[in-house]
């Protein structure tokens, strides 16, 4: 039975997990492979320092007629450990401040999250190879951090080499930039995000109405006025 593109894109976002770190050793859950449905790979590619910074690349059948499609599937943050390399990861996440960035010389709409896009660009030089090299659509995904990453790449596909992702799916997603970058994003590339009302990576870094409901409060005060500036926004449509 083949899933819904949706359902094979969560668990590509899952397999993704499967790259380790620091090691970048990759063998993928047979449980999720299996869902996803690759006809071809997948393949695992880490960099940045202890390998903080993974994705993997392969394909899945296209629609009736069309070639197979690729999918690149963003790796989450490393689980919380005793570790550097589970604390070098985390200190990504948590550098939040908003920059204005260039893809290729070219600039993208906007401010984005810091920590993020040093992230996209450990991995760049092979995200490009593979969407330059792709024969059919291109889907991006992931989860929590690689949610994240998964529309700044296609931001930067779009405006600086002038690809055009078919589209991005992004599970529990952070923030990953401000109200210009949400709204310079390009309309042709649809963004579908995932939430669990219960999660709070999706409200992080926060919003200005969460700022303004939470900075007169002493104890948060000091650290929410830090993000006001930023001007975060939620991006995409949130189907679930």
Not at 29 to 55: C, I, L, Q
Not at 71 to 90: M, Q
Not at 91 to 109: N, R, S, Y
Not at 131 to 158: D, F, N, R, V
Request: proline content about 8%; hydrophobic content about 40%.
């Amino acid at each position: 039975m083949t899933l819904s593109l949706p359902c094979q894109l969560m668990c590509a976002a899952a397999n993704a997990y499967d790259i380790q770190a620091p090691s970048g050793d990759y063998e993928p859950t047979a449980m999720f492979a299996d869902a996803v449905g690759w006809t071809s790979g997948p393949t695992a590619y880490s960099a940045g320092s202890d390998n903080v910074d993974a994705k993997q690349v392969g394909n899945i059948a296209g629609a009736e007629g069309e070639p197979d499609a690729l999918v690149i599937a963003f790796r989450g943050t490393v689980a919380p450990a005793p570790s550097f390399t589970s604390v070098k990861d985390w200190i990504q996440d948590l550098l939040t401040h908003t920059e204005t960035v260039t893809a290729a010389g070219k600039p993208v709409p906007g401010k984005v999250h810091e920590g993020f896009w040093n992230a996209l660009n450990d991995l760049w030089t092979d995200v490009l190879k593979n969407a330059s090299a792709a024969e059919g659509k291109i889907y991006i995904t992931g989860h929590s951090k690689g949610a994240a990453l998964a529309p700044l790449a296609a931001a930067a596909l779009y405006f600086g080499s002038g690809i055009e992702a078919a589209g991005v799916y992004s599970f529990a997603p952070p923030h990953c930039g401000n109200s210009d970058f949400v709204k310079g994003f390009p309309s042709s590339v649809p963004v579908t995000r995932y939430e669990n009302v219960l999660d709070v990576v999706p409200l992080m870094p926060p919003t200005p109405e969460v700022v303004k409901g939470l900075k007169h409060h002493e104890v948060w005060k000091l650290i929410f006025e830090l993000y006001e500036r930023d001007d975060y926004e939620p991006l995409g449509t949130l189907e679930y």
